[in-house]
């Protein structure tokens, strides 16, 4: 992973030969703040040539302009959106034309990214985030990948007016170490089906956690029968290795205090089971534990920046196979709250495994439950993937969860769900049915059937992820345009804050 720093322009140690300054659009003029007139030159004479401002954002690299004691310049243009998001898109576009033009270090100045940011700190972390999410790469598979790949980015320097503030270089260290979550996140994600099964993704919490205040829990499949959790137990009859339910506990804050709860599924491969997919796309079904692997990276990031919050991680996993045992449509299946289900539909598993956790979130009478999901095919139909869809009922809690979304630049949508949607989800010979009797609203409904696991008057909301859990690269240029994105970990990180 490349290295971030900042330093004053003053103590320059080290002069990359490139600076990256960046542009602003205000009407019809393109503005650089804080930069010297040869500098604002060289970019007029950009327009002048009749570069557009789209061109710009892309980035422009000025070979030899001898700025500055600088060789080279890059120019990028800032996305005229929410401030910190542009940064983050613009910090991994330098990325990406380093790459492209084999930079090995570039000095960045600040001043001319941060311009309309409040706390200079903020633009400082959504910089680094937006390098190192961009700096991700899955290639441990390919074994030319060392020799052709030589070239590595090394690093990028913020050159600012208070290079060595305490506050500027914490929020680098906060970036680095959230950024480093959400690419083990993405990892996760990324790992094949026979890789990643349920013991592996259960050790990989478990190793992840080693140095930190983490303490993780790892229930097995006998385990799991005992203590009732028949969903979980009941989508692993089908076959592959045994489930896991990982638990991830973190003390950040007085005993007292109640904990803010994450469940994230973590199906490590989604055949369908009995009502089989079809096999067109069905390899995309490794990243149906991305829930899961989100909720792993948030608590390890929760660790890491030291939260004062009391959280709590909770993964079921397992896969969902064909085998002679599966579920069969019509078994009936025991939750551990006590509740029946008819499993009409054995692709309909994720909630059949959440409904077990989060009947075990709402027994530790936590402050809020917090789930993401690869749920539904419907809310990829609703939203595609530029939006995470948002269930809940508790407005005070979606108006939280908009807010932590604008500042960690992660887009949700709000989605209903209401007294309709329950009784949809009713069963005939059982208390619930895993499938709507109705045609229509499949994430809505799916959400409805969550909801009765989750003990009445703990604020709770689900994430359906379906659409923004992997290639979401032709979106944002800071993911993979075919691999995880780690989506949930910035949003959840930032809503862990507020239970503090
Ligand atoms: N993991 C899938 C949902 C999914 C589909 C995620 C496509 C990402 C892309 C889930 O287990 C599933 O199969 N859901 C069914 C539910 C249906 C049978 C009620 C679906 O959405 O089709
Ligand atoms: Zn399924
Ligand atoms: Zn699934």
Same mark, same amino acid.
């Given at each position: 992973?490349?290295?971030?720093?900042?330093?004053?322009?003053?103590? /320059?140690?080290?002069?990359?030969?490139?600076?990256?300054?960046?542009?602003?659009?205000?009407?019809?003029?393109?503005?650089?703040?804080?930069?010297?007139?040869? !500098?604002?030159? @060289?970019?007029?004479?950009?327009?002048?040539?009749?570069?557009?401002?789209?061109? @710009?954002?892309?980035?422009? *690299?000025?070979?030899?302009?001898?700025?500055?004691?600088?060789?080279?310049? *890059?120019?990028?243009?800032?996305?005229?959106?929410?401030?910190?998001?542009?940064?983050? &898109?613009?910090?991994?576009?330098?990325?990406?034309?380093?790459?492209?033009?084999?930079?090995?270090?570039?000095?960045?100045?600040?001043?001319?990214?941060?311009?309309?940011?409040?706390?200079?700190?903020?633009?400082?972390?959504?910089?680094?985030?937006?390098?190192?999410?961009? #700096?991700?790469?899955?290639?441990?598979?390919?074994?030319?990948?060392?020799?052709?790949?030589?070239?590595?980015?090394?690093?990028?320097?913020?050159?600012?007016?208070?290079?060595?503030? %305490?506050?500027?270089?914490?929020?680098?260290?906060?970036?680095? /170490?959230?950024?480093?979550?959400?690419?083990?996140?993405?990892?996760? +994600?990324?790992?094949?089906?026979?890789?990643?099964?349920?013991?592996?993704?259960?050790?990989?919490?478990?190793?992840?956690?080693?140095?930190?205040?983490?303490?993780?829990?790892?229930?097995?499949? #006998? %385990?799991?029968?005992?203590?009732?959790?028949?969903?979980? $137990?009941?989508?692993?009859?089908?076959?592959?290795?045994?489930?896991?339910?990982?638990?991830?506990?973190?003390?950040?804050?007085?005993?007292? &205090?109640?904990?803010?709860?994450?469940? +994230?599924?973590?199906?490590?491969?989604?055949?369908?089971?009995?009502?089989?997919?079809?096999?067109?796309?069905?390899?995309?079904?490794?990243?149906?534990?991305?829930?899961?692997? /989100?909720?792993?990276?948030?608590?390890?990031?929760?660790? &890491?920046?030291?939260?004062?919050?009391?959280?709590?991680?909770?993964?079921?996993?397992?896969?969902?196979?064909?085998?002679?045992?599966?579920?069969?449509?019509?078994?009936?299946?025991?939750?551990?709250?006590?509740?029946?289900?008819?499993?009409?539909?054995?692709?309909?598993?994720?909630?059949?495994?959440?409904?077990?956790?989060?009947?075990?979130?709402?027994? @530790?009478?936590?402050?809020?439950?917090?789930?993401?999901?690869?749920?539904?095919?419907?809310?990829?139909?609703?939203?595609?993937?530029?939006?995470?869809?948002?269930?809940? %009922?508790?407005?005070?809690?979606?108006?939280?969860?908009?807010?932590?979304?604008?500042?960690? +630049?992660?887009?949700?949508?709000?989605?209903?769900?209401?007294?309709?949607?329950?009784?949809?989800?009713?069963?005939?010979?059982?208390?619930?049915?895993?499938?709507?009797?109705?045609?229509?609203?499949?994430?809505?409904?799916?959400?409805?059937? @969550?909801?009765?696991?989750?003990?009445?008057?703990?604020?709770?909301?689900?994430?359906?992820?379906?659409?923004?859990?992997?290639?979401?690269?032709?979106?944002?240029? $800071?993911?993979?345009?075919?691999?995880?994105?780690?989506?949930?970990?910035? !949003?959840?990180?930032? *809503?862990?804050?507020?239970?503090?």
């Amino acid at each position: 992973m490349p290295r971030i720093s900042a330093r004053k322009a003053s103590e /320059a140690k080290h002069q990359p030969s490139t600076i990256t300054v960046f542009a602003h659009k205000k009407d019809k003029t393109w503005t650089l703040p804080g930069t010297d007139k040869a !500098t604002q030159q @060289l970019v007029d004479n950009l327009k002048e040539d009749g570069l557009s401002f789209g061109d @710009l954002k892309k980035g422009q *690299l000025l070979r030899g302009v001898q700025l500055n004691g600088y060789k080279n310049l *890059l120019v990028v243009g800032l996305d005229e959106g929410p401030a910190l998001e542009s940064i983050r &898109r613009a910090s991994a576009q330098t990325y990406a034309l380093m790459r492209a033009h084999k930079i090995a270090d570039a000095d960045f100045h600040f001043d001319s990214l941060a311009k309309g940011v409040r706390r200079p700190e903020d633009a400082a972390q959504a910089a680094t985030e937006g390098f190192l999410l961009a #700096a991700y790469d899955f290639d441990v598979y390919k074994s030319k990948a060392k020799d052709d790949d030589a070239f590595a980015v090394k690093g990028m320097h913020l050159l600012t007016g208070k290079g060595t503030d %305490r506050a500027m270089q914490n929020a680098i260290a906060n970036g680095v /170490a959230l950024s480093e979550c959400v690419n083990f996140t993405r990892s996760l +994600g990324d790992e094949p089906g026979n890789k990643m099964t349920p013991p592996v993704l259960a050790n990989e919490a478990a190793h992840a956690a080693k140095g930190t205040k983490l303490k993780v829990t790892v229930w097995d499949k #006998a %385990r799991i029968k005992k203590e009732g959790m028949g969903g979980l $137990y009941g989508v692993n009859l089908g076959g592959g290795p045994d489930c896991r339910f990982i638990i991830m506990e973190y003390n950040g804050a007085a005993k007292s &205090r109640k904990p803010v709860v994450f469940v +994230g599924k973590g199906l490590t491969f989604d055949s369908g089971g009995i009502s089989i997919k079809p096999s067109q796309s069905m390899e995309e079904m490794k990243y149906d534990m991305c829930g899961g692997a /989100a909720v792993i990276g948030t608590m390890l990031a929760i660790a &890491r920046l030291k939260l004062k919050v009391n959280a709590v991680g909770l993964v079921p996993s397992t896969e969902n196979m064909p085998g002679p045992m599966a579920n069969k449509p019509g078994d009936i299946l025991t939750a551990r709250n006590g509740k029946t289900v008819e499993v009409f539909n054995t692709d309909a598993e994720g909630r059949l495994i959440l409904m077990d956790a989060l009947s075990y979130a709402s027994e @530790l009478k936590p402050a809020a439950i917090f789930d993401a999901a690869t749920l539904t095919g419907a809310v990829v139909v609703a939203l595609g993937n530029s939006y995470t869809g948002v269930f809940t %009922r508790d407005k005070k809690l979606m108006k939280g969860i908009e807010d932590a979304a604008e500042i960690s +630049g992660e887009a949700v949508w709000p989605m209903p769900i209401n007294d309709h949607h329950v009784s949809d989800m009713k069963g005939t010979f059982a208390d619930l049915c895993n499938i709507s009797s109705f045609r229509g609203a499949g994430s809505s409904t799916a959400a409805a059937f @969550l909801e009765q696991f989750v003990e009445k008057g703990i604020p709770w909301a689900h994430f359906d992820i379906a659409g923004t859990a992997w290639a979401v690269g032709n979106r944002l240029n $800071y993911c993979s345009r075919k691999g995880a994105s780690g989506v949930m970990v910035r !949003t959840f990180v930032e *809503l862990a804050k507020k239970y503090g």
